[in-house]
């Protein structure tokens, strides 16, 4: 394991250090483009996922956060292998289980367990929810003590369903209901590890926290270790001990929560917080950088050199485009705090006086419409 990886201290929900549950090692995936006619052939690839290290403890949540299209729910069908990689390690338990077989993998499958986005498309409309809890122990050939359906109405209550609706389908209830109907499913195993992807990015907001509180319940009660990939940053810094950061198929910092949302070190991450939507309270000032970046993201075809955040980074010099900075422990980062980037900001996302707006076409319409004057009704 290269050197980087070996920094950060796994943390628990007590601070403590933890065991290594999974360990990821440059994990690569990239989709073949194929074109030409009559014959097809392989014309490019998309780097979806571009060699990303990651760990996640022994009953440690872990957030995996970035926006759109950066490679975050690729990278969780990778670990779940859903997909097979193209290149790295994915190490379970000390196992080496990156091109593992269908037979090698059995034992794992039930350890392993995921949530998917859409919580309706994830589940079969043509079975009733005890069919699709109950389906994971009978391909396993779990035979728990009182028998399979005692086991799924408990974790129907568990996961605050009534366990009267064993007999239901799932287009009888809601997006909330049909979430925790999946949550129940991926906890019929007994697993150690949970893949969360954005869990509640389709959930009303008035159901996103009920679903994430049962997600902290659970791994409070059970122990149970999670990958929790989301886009919202409030609920990642809500669930998480620890976040790591992707932009276009790379981690560009993981560290602690505390250190990560309140003393940023990457570029990007900065971008990503001065983002959030905050209300001041009272008359307090709202004295917090704006950061708009230029352009869109680069295409994961031909993904810049160097530094992918490059092309929209206000810090950018040549070295940025001629060497691909590593993801190390840099000069006033607390252990286990790292970060790929050649000129980091200063540890604070108050650093600057003013704002950075990066797109100047929004800047010059921003001032037009403050030198209008206010129309009359």
């Not at 389908?169 to 590890?193: C, D, M, T, W």
């Not at 708009?292 to 050199?305: F, K």
């Amino acid at each position: 394991m290269s050197d980087n990886l070996t920094l950060p201290a796994q943390q628990g929900a007590t601070g403590t250090s933890a065991e290594t549950l999974l360990e990821v090692e440059g994990l690569t995936k990239h989709f073949p483009i194929y074109g030409g006619f009559p014959i097809k052939r392989k014309v490019g690839a998309v780097q979806a996922v571009d060699g990303i290290d990651l760990t996640v403890g022994v009953g440690e949540s872990v957030g995996l956060v970035g926006e759109s299209g950066c490679g975050k729910s690729t990278t969780g069908r990778l670990i779940t292998r859903l997909l097979e990689p193209t290149a790295g390690k994915i190490t379970y338990q000390g196992q080496d289980i990156t091109h593992a077989s269908r037979r090698q993998l059995a034992p794992v499958r039930s350890e392993i367990q995921m949530i998917f986005q859409d919580p309706y498309s994830s589940l079969n409309p043509r079975q009733t929810v005890g069919t699709i809890i109950k389906s994971p122990m009978e391909v396993n050939g779990i035979n728990p003590e009182g028998g399979r359906e005692k086991k799924v109405r408990e974790l129907l209550e568990l996961v605050g369903l009534n366990p009267e609706h064993y007999n239901r389908f799932p287009h009888e209830f809601s997006g909330g209901q049909r979430q925790r109907i999946g949550v129940a499913r991926a906890l019929a195993l007994n697993p150690k590890l949970i893949v969360a992807d954005e869990p509640v990015s389709a959930l009303d907001v008035s159901i996103q926290a009920q679903v994430v509180n049962l997600l902290q319940k659970v791994q409070d009660e059970l122990g149970i270790a999670f990958l929790f990939i989301a886009h919202d940053l409030a609920i990642v810094r809500h669930f998480s001990q620890r976040v790591a950061v992707m932009y276009l198929g790379k981690v560009v910092e993981v560290g602690d929560r505390d250190s990560i949302y309140n003393r940023p070190r990457h570029p990007y991450t900065h971008a990503l917080l001065s983002a959030v939507p905050e209300v001041a309270v009272d008359d307090e000032a709202d004295d917090k950088e704006r950061i708009r970046l230029a352009g869109d993201v680069p295409s994961p075809i031909h993904p810049p050199s160097g530094c992918r955040f490059r092309t929209r980074c206000w810090k950018a010099q040549d070295k940025c485009a001629s060497e691909e900075p590593p993801l190390i422990q840099i000069s006033g980062n607390r252990e286990g705090h790292l970060t790929a980037c050649h000129f980091p900001e200063e540890p604070t996302t108050e650093a600057r006086e003013e704002d950075v707006v990066m797109d100047p076409a929004l800047k010059a319409l921003e001032d037009s419409a403050a030198d209008e004057p206010a129309t009359k009704d």
